[in-house]
């Protein structure tokens, strides 16, 4: 006990060092010190770009990526320059774009001082596209690990939280702004996010501090400065942030599983999610029963064991999963599921024969497909499961997951990535998807 609370204390101490050190000094970092893109349709996106102390504004333009596809290039706004926000935030949103079309755009001051990024739009319909997805770096990590995303040229990569480890547990909202200007002035980080669009959710220590819930005092400022500074998809009355978009024919469902989770008391209903975004992911779920496949990214482990006093990912909130579990049940949806997941320090994929939790289940009972892609840059530990296809337990790895859509079924191959893009083996998982379920077509033990 003596030596856990060493180790609070030290990890305390660390966080409030961190928190403390001051902000890159912008203002020596050229013109537009970091830039991103996100909220990806078929026809539209948002681009969120920090320009440096001083700067009074900035424009976007985007072009085709292809030759001769400077007429076709759109300014935003059409004349002049934007206006950033207090803190130099701009946010851009683009429409009237062609669907499945690769453009690059640019972000540039009226000096003329430029940052470059690109991105592709999805098609309206059949559409085959490639996703990352990972969680936990260490705060502003440079590793190499991100270099091996960006070469897998995805059409979006998922960051499921520990964007940082500032811990912050105050309502402090400048504290989350360095927070983002450290992560997104990381070289290897900006050369990503400006490669391919994002979706991000946070977690526990870019939330608060570890394990944080809704008691957590940082919950506005998170929340607040997540709206500012993030490329996001349109979100919900409420504090919590989740969302939901469509690529293609897949329906893909992010939830947050912080900002209105309940403490595991006595007192207190046990909520993961909070009433509301319960009965909002249920209504998603409704509306999604007739896609091929449904992609939901729930940051924590789904995964527990069923007999083991834990406290990880959803096991203090098993009545809440298996509310969850029996809606998807009932839309017939089990089969077309596949959820990313963080967190655990670790990878992993199961194949469903561990995942289910809905009501009446025997240890027959098939659940959906998990897959864990972390950490990009952190300590190992594992969490949760069993998991059928396995655990690597190493630093810098990722999740990818590919589509090809045929028009009438979908191929799916999920897959674990080692720091330099290879297969980790064993981790690899293919699916077809067709007459409303995906079934395995090959794995590798
Ligand atoms: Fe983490």
């Known amino acids: 006990m003596v030596s856990l609370c060493w180790l609070v204390l030290v990890a305390s101490l660390l966080g409030w060092l961190a928190v403390a050190r001051p902000a890159p000094l912008l203002a020596q970092a050229g013109g537009v010190a970091w830039a991103w893109s ?39 706004p059409s004349t002049g320059m934007a206006a950033p926000d207090a803190h130099g935030v701009i946010r851009f949103a683009v429409t009237r774009l062609s669907p499945a079309t690769r453009y690059r755009y640019r972000v540039e001051t009226p000096s003329g001082e430029r940052l ?44 499921m939280g520990d964007f940082h480890y500032l811990n912050i547990s105050r309502n402090d909202h400048a504290a989350f702004r360095r927070g983002y200007d450290r992560v997104l002035s990381s070289p290897r980080q900006s050369a990503l996010y400006r490669s391919t669009p994002i979706a991000y959710m946070f977690d526990d220590h870019d939330f608060g501090a570890n394990n944080a819930d809704s008691t957590s005092a940082s919950g506005p400022a998170a929340g607040t400065v997540y709206r500012e500074r993030v490329p996001h998809y349109a979100l919900q009355p409420g504090a919590s942030i989740q969302q939901s978009f469509t690529i293609g024919r897949v329906r893909v469902i992010v939830t947050d599983t912080r900002t209105a989770r309940a403490p595991v008391d006595a007192d207190r209903p046990r909520t993961m999610l909070g009433e509301a975004q319960v009965r ?8 999604a029963k007739d896609a091929p496949l449904v992609i939901w990214v729930n940051t924590v482990p789904w995964i527990t064991k069923a007999n083991e006093a834990t406290s990880e990912g959803w096991a203090p909130y098993a009545e809440e999963r298996t509310r969850l579990a029996d809606r998807i049940e009932a839309l017939g949806l089990t089969a077309r599921i596949v959820m990313l997941s963080g ?4 990878s992993a994929i199961d194949d469903g024969r561990n995942s289910a939790y809905m009501s009446g289940r025997t240890p027959a009972t ?75 077509v090959s794995h590798t033990q």
């Not at 996100?38 to 292809?66: F, Q, Y």
């Not at 909002?280 to 509306?287: A, G, N, P, T």
């Not at 967190?343 to 670790?346: A, I, K, L, N, V």
Request: hydrophobic share 40%.
């Open 343 to 346: 967190d655990g320090h670790m």
């Open 38 to 76: 996100g909220a990806i349709t078929h026809e539209s996106a948002t681009v969120v770009a920090r320009v440096a102390d001083g700067v009074t504004g900035a424009r976007l333009v985007i072009t085709p990526d292809r030759a001769g596809a400077e007429a076709d290039a759109m300014t935003v």
């Open 366 to 440: 098939r659940g959906f497909v998990v897959a864990h892609g972390a950490p990009l840059d952190r300590w190992t530990r594992t969490k949760g499961g069993p998991y059928s296809h396995g655990v690597s337990r190493r630093n810098h790895q990722f999740g990818m997951l590919d589509v090809a859509d045929t028009g009438t079924a979908l191929d799916v191959t999920v897959s674990v990535r080692n720091g330099t893009g290879g297969l980790v083996p064993g981790l690899q998982l293919s699916l077809r998807c067709e007459k409303d379920a995906c079934v395995p």
């Open 116 to 159: 470059d990024g690109r991105l592709r739009t999805w098609a309206d319909g059949p559409f085959s596209f490639r996703v990352t997805f990972a969680s936990c770096a260490t705060t502003a990590s440079n590793s190499r690990v991100f270099d091996a995303i960006r070469s897998m040229t995805p059409d979006l990569f998922v960051h």
């Open 280 to 287: 909002w992911l249920e209504d998603e779920f409704e509306k």
